[in-house]
């Protein structure tokens, strides 16, 4: 106990009981001399214990009309956790029951009241109170240690996460820079010997014109020479390190210009292009001729995937750091982005979905599950590159059902992201 004396409440109506009581309590706790106070009723003892704090209190069973356990019940109703002792004058094994029910701490049968049996019931209450006090407080810092655990475990998940996108992110950026490199030179390889084929080709054409049936040959040769090209083209541009041209951009003004050429073709077709874009977006420094290719390749993408109708959202919008985790907030134009904001670009299908065991080589060069004649599988690789060229990430999301998302996340703050080329110029010609 903190205090210096032990602070007794005793409630007991007969004077001479009380009086005994006290002289015993009094008797038995010579280490710790009690300040003892005194209640003959139910009302003037819970008057008592609802204004001062008692260290312990005892109550006696016959209390006027009601009994100790009914006042003990009704401290108890109250939050009042002190160590309690029921006294009473009938060795009665049922009001001992009773009494530990309701929440006494001990017991005590008056008749074998003594100094040396009332020190150590006492002492045996405060104990036992003690106890279940630390307990109670050992369980509430569990308690508390056990959601700071959680939630660490939960932010620990979360950067778990982040740290595997990103991962994903290099893994996949080495892969295609490695590939790129490796394009680079077999395109060049490829390119002087299929010039002299072509060459070849177009002197047979030209000297044998007689000859049906070979001019035919000639023919499926000249066209396999053009798929070759448009191969290397593909990924000449994949691997490419050429000019660019970076221009003060409203992206919205681009994608209008794009959208406005597939949206009759797309209706054509079935599909009803939906444009949310976000009022004041700020410009950004693009390669709009990139980046033209990237919406074109996602938009077509989509068209393939929507044969027989369906729904394109395009959506731009900006995203600040502290709402980066996808909580969107469209429109927002931040006039002094953080390093982490970003411009998001999202185009939206109510196609097929990207089965999961695509969508982790979808990126990948002549990744496609389109027919020959159809697809090379370089657009993705292509618009990958570009965007990350631009310091920005492209993504795509789909459970595989229900449509597919590509977003394209470009830095708000262009100035102090180091790895995107050198954009404070407001126009620059350079390689990226
Ligand atoms: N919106 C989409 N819905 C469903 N699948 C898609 C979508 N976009 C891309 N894909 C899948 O990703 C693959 C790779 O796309 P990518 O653009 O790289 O190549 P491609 O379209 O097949 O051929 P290319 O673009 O070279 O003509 C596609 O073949 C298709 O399986
Ligand atoms: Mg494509």
């Not at 069973?61 to 009473?88: C, D, H, M, N, W």
């Not at 996602?298 to 394109?312: R, S």
């Not at 470009?410 to 407001?426: H, I, R, V, Y």
């Amino acid at each position: 106990m903190e205090t210096q004396t032990l602070k007794i409440l005793i409630v007991d109506d007969d004077d001479d009981d009380a009086y005994l009581t006290e002289d015993l309590v009094r008797e038995g706790l010579t280490d710790l001399p009690p300040d003892i106070d005194r209640a003959r009723s139910h009302e003037e003892a819970l008057q008592l214990l609802a204004k001062t704090t008692y260290d312990l209190c005892m109550l006696d069973y016959r209390l006027g009309e009601g009994t100790g356990i009914g006042l003990l019940r009704a401290v108890r109703s109250q939050k009042i956790t002190i160590p309690i002792i029921l006294l009473t004058g009938q060795g009665d094994q049922e009001i001992a029951v009773e009494a530990m029910k309701s929440c006494a701490n001990d017991y005590i049968v008056k008749s074998k009241l003594s100094c040396e049996l009332l020190n150590k019931s006492i002492w045996h209450a405060i104990r036992l109170y003690r106890e279940a006090e630390r307990r109670q407080n050992t369980e509430k810092m569990l308690k508390k240690s056990h959601q700071e655990l959680t939630l660490a475990h939960e932010e620990l998940q979360a950067s778990l996460a982040k740290l595997k996108t990103a991962q994903n992110q290099i893994l996949r950026s080495e892969k295609l820079a490695g590939i790129g490199r490796l394009a680079a030179g077999v395109c060049h390889e490829i390119l002087n010997p299929l010039n002299i084929i072509s060459g070849h080709t177009q002197a047979l054409q030209m000297e044998r014109q007689e000859d049906q049936s070979l001019l035919e040959d000639l023919g499926s040769v000249t066209e396999e020479i053009h798929r070759i090209e448009k191969i290397i083209s593909g990924l000449l541009k994949f691997s490419r390190k050429g000019d660019v041209e970076l221009k003060q951009t409203d992206i919205n003004q681009e994608l209008e210009s794009v959208l406005s050429i597939v949206e009759r073709e797309m209706s054509c077709e079935g599909i009803e292009v939906i444009k949310e874009f976000a009022s004041d977006l700020p410009k950004l420094l693009l390669d709009n001729d990139r980046m033209r290719q990237v919406y074109l390749n996602i938009i077509n993408n989509a068209k393939f995937a929507m044969a027989g109708g369906g729904k394109l959202t395009v959506r731009t919008q900006v995203l600040e750091t502290k709402s980066f985790s996808r909580t969107e907030k469209s429109g927002n134009s931040p006039s002094n982005p953080e390093k982490d904001d970003i411009l998001r670009i999202s185009f939206i299908d109510t196609g097929p979905g990207i089965k999961k065991e695509h969508l982790g080589k979808i990126f990948d060069p002549f990744f496609t599950t389109k027919p020959e004649d159809k697809g090379t599988g370089l657009g993705l690789s292509v618009c990958y590159s570009i965007v990350e060229k631009h310091g920005g990430f492209l993504e795509a999301e789909s459970d595989g059902q229900h449509g597919t998302t590509f977003l394209i996340d470009l830095p708000l703050n262009q100035n102090q992201d180091n790895e995107s080329p050198t954009l404070s110029e407001t126009s620059k010609t350079g390689g990226i």
